[in-house]
């Protein structure tokens, strides 16, 4: 029912700034949206948790002060803005939802490491940093 999007994906010298779009379609309400990523050869892992109801965000601590995650509503889009991208910031990155968010009270910020929970996937989109 809900159908994610991502774009915005590409190459950026290290040090420098993308920001990733996922444009959201479907009825997301008490959804929680997220960004993941994966590089080759590693699991999955969160990169950003937002929560509209309570108007909470929650990052991964490698990217916490350098990625901001965001939502427009004039454009139904769950945005990730990533500044001073390292290396180690390259990979695949996903737009996911994940229903039924306000059941996870205060483990919500638990998202970030709960792959599985999310039932709602895009394609995924390619950034590469180049040094």
Not at 90 to 100: D, T
């Amino acid at each position: 029912q809900v159908q994610l999007v991502e774009s915005g994906g590409g190459s950026v010298q290290a040090g420098g700034s993308l920001k990733l779009s996922c444009t959201v379609s479907g009825d997301t309400f008490d959804y929680c949206m997220g960004w993941f990523r994966q590089a080759p050869g590693k699991e999955r892992e969160g990169v950003a948790i937002a929560y509209a109801q309570l108007n909470t965000k929650y990052y991964a601590d490698t990217v916490k002060g350098r990625f901001t995650i965001s939502q427009d509503d004039a454009r139904n889009t769950v945005d990730l803005e990533m500044n001073l991208l390292q290396p180690e910031d390259a990979g695949m990155y996903y737009c996911a939802a994940v229903s039924r968010c306000a059941s996870y009270s205060y483990l919500r910020v638990e998202l970030l490491r709960r792959v599985a929970d999310f039932g709602a996937w895009g394609q995924g989109t390619q950034v590469t940093v180049v040094s």
